[in-house]
C-alpha cells in the first residue's frame, strides 16, 4: 500500500508535547502529502521542519473550516492528497477537522487514520481508573451555572469521566466536581503529560481540590481531569451521608448540617441538601 492513497484525506495525530511521539508513518504520510491542513500554520511549523516535511500548509481552524472544505475536497477529487493536522494530539478531538471528514467522506474520498498522540487517552492509560468503558466530556463550559449543570447530569455515570480543562479553571472545576459528585470519588489529574513537568496525581476530589486550590504550580500548564464513574462505594457513602445528616439535622441548620455530613462521610453536599 502506498504511504498515501492518491486523493485521499489522511487524519494525522501529532505530538502533545513531545516532538518524538511521532510514528515513522506519520512523518511519512506528512512528506507524501500534496497538502496539509494545519490547525495553526505557524504553530505546526517547527515541528514539521524538525520531521523534515516540506509541504505547503493551509489553515483550517474553527473560524474558516466551512470555507476552506470545498476547496480541499476539489483537490482531493481531482486527485492530491491532503493531510490533516491539529495543534496537537488526535485531529477532531476537541480540535478542528469533523467538518472535513465529514465532507470529505460525503464526497466519497478515502479518508486514512494515522493514530498517534491523544491527551485524554494518555491520561486515561495511567490514571488507574476502571478504563474498560469511559466517557469522554471534552471541555466543560466556563461558566460556572452551566458547567455545574453540567456536572449535575453526569453524576450518575457509571463510567469513568475524562475532562479537558484549561489550567486557570482547574481549580474551580475540581471544587464544583468535589460539590456535586462528592469529596470522596475518585479523581486523577494528569498535567503536561510527555512534557518537563508531567505529573500525575491520583486521590479523592476532596484532597484534590484542596491539594490544587492551594498550589499554584497545580494550575499551570496542559491538564485533563478524570474521576472515577458513580459505583457502588458512591451509594454507600450516600447512604452513610444520608444517615449522618439525619442525626446532625436534628441540632444544626440543614445547609451546616449537609456540610459536616458530606465532610464527614464523602457523600455530595447538594444531593445531602437537596434531599432535606
Ligand atoms: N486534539 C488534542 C488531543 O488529541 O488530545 C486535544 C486538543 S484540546 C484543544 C487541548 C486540551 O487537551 C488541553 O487544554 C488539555 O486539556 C489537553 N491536553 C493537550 N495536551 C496535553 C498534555 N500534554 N497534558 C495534559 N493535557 C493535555
Redesign the pocket.
Given at each position: 500500500m502506498p504511504t498515501v492513497p492518491p486523493g485521499s484525506l489522511s487524519v494525522v495525530?501529532t505530538p502533545?508535547?513531545n516532538r518524538d511521539d511521532m510514528s515513522t508513518r506519520a512523518i511519512a504520510t506528512l512528506r507524501a502529502a500534496d497538502v496539509i491542513a494545519a490547525e495553526d500554520t505557524r504553530h505546526s511549523r517547527p515541528l514539521l521542519v524538525h520531521h523534515n516535511v516540506d509541504v505547503p500548509l493551509v489553515p483550517l481552524h474553527e473560524h474558516n473550516e466551512r470555507e476552506v472544505v470545498d476547496g480541499l475536497v476539489r483537490r482531493m477529487l481531482e486527485g492530491q492528497s491532503v493531510a490533516l493536522i491539529?495543534?496537537?494530539?488526535?485531529?477532531l478531538?476537541?480540535?478542528p477537522g469533523f467538518r472535513l471528514v465529514r465532507a470529505a467522506r460525503a464526497a466519497g474520498i478515502r479518508c486514512v487514520p494515522i493514530p498517534g498522540?491523544?491527551?485524554?487517552i494518555?491520561?486515561l492509560s495511567v490514571a488507574g481508573l476502571p478504563s474498560d468503558r469511559f466517557v469522554f466530556e471534552g471541555?466543560l463550559p466556563p461558566k460556572a451555572a452551566a458547567r455545574r449543570g453540567r456536572l449535575q447530569a453526569l453524576a450518575g455515570e457509571p463510567r469513568t469521566l475524562i475532562f479537558?480543562?484549561?489550567s486557570h479553571r482547574v481549580a474551580e472545576s475540581l471544587a464544583d466536581m468535589r460539590e456535586v459528585f462528592g469529596g470522596g470519588r475518585e479523581a486523577v489529574l494528569?498535567?503536561?503529560?510527555?512534557?518537563l513537568f508531567e505529573t500525575v496525581i491520583g486521590e479523592p476530589l476532596d484532597e484534590l481540590a484542596t491539594r490544587v486550590a492551594g498550589d499554584p504550580d497545580q494550575q499551570r500548564?496542559?491538564?485533563?481531569l478524570l474521576v472515577a464513574g458513580r459505583g457502588e462505594e458512591a451509594d454507600a457513602r450516600l447512604a452513610e451521608g444520608q444517615r449522618v445528616f439525619a442525626l446532625l439535622r436534628e441540632e444544626l441548620p440543614p445547609a451546616k448540617a449537609a456540610k459536616l455530613a458530606a465532610a464527614i462521610t464523602g457523600a455530595p453536599r447538594k444531593s445531602l441538601y437537596e434531599a432535606s
Amino acid at each position: 500500500m502506498p504511504t498515501v492513497p492518491p486523493g485521499s484525506l489522511s487524519v494525522v495525530a501529532t505530538p502533545i508535547g513531545n516532538r518524538d511521539d511521532m510514528s515513522t508513518r506519520a512523518i511519512a504520510t506528512l512528506r507524501a502529502a500534496d497538502v496539509i491542513a494545519a490547525e495553526d500554520t505557524r504553530h505546526s511549523r517547527p515541528l514539521l521542519v524538525h520531521h523534515n516535511v516540506d509541504v505547503p500548509l493551509v489553515p483550517l481552524h474553527e473560524h474558516n473550516e466551512r470555507e476552506v472544505v470545498d476547496g480541499l475536497v476539489r483537490r482531493m477529487l481531482e486527485g492530491q492528497s491532503v493531510a490533516l493536522i491539529s495543534d496537537a494530539g488526535t485531529p477532531l478531538v476537541s480540535d478542528p477537522g469533523f467538518r472535513l471528514v465529514r465532507a470529505a467522506r460525503a464526497a466519497g474520498i478515502r479518508c486514512v487514520p494515522i493514530p498517534g498522540a491523544c491527551a485524554a487517552i494518555a491520561a486515561l492509560s495511567v490514571a488507574g481508573l476502571p478504563s474498560d468503558r469511559f466517557v469522554f466530556e471534552g471541555f466543560l463550559p466556563p461558566k460556572a451555572a452551566a458547567r455545574r449543570g453540567r456536572l449535575q447530569a453526569l453524576a450518575g455515570e457509571p463510567r469513568t469521566l475524562i475532562f479537558y480543562e484549561s489550567s486557570h479553571r482547574v481549580a474551580e472545576s475540581l471544587a464544583d466536581m468535589r460539590e456535586v459528585f462528592g469529596g470522596g470519588r475518585e479523581a486523577v489529574l494528569a498535567r503536561e503529560l510527555t512534557k518537563l513537568f508531567e505529573t500525575v496525581i491520583g486521590e479523592p476530589l476532596d484532597e484534590l481540590a484542596t491539594r490544587v486550590a492551594g498550589d499554584p504550580d497545580q494550575q499551570r500548564g496542559e491538564c485533563v481531569l478524570l474521576v472515577a464513574g458513580r459505583g457502588e462505594e458512591a451509594d454507600a457513602r450516600l447512604a452513610e451521608g444520608q444517615r449522618v445528616f439525619a442525626l446532625l439535622r436534628e441540632e444544626l441548620p440543614p445547609a451546616k448540617a449537609a456540610k459536616l455530613a458530606a465532610a464527614i462521610t464523602g457523600a455530595p453536599r447538594k444531593s445531602l441538601y437537596e434531599a432535606s
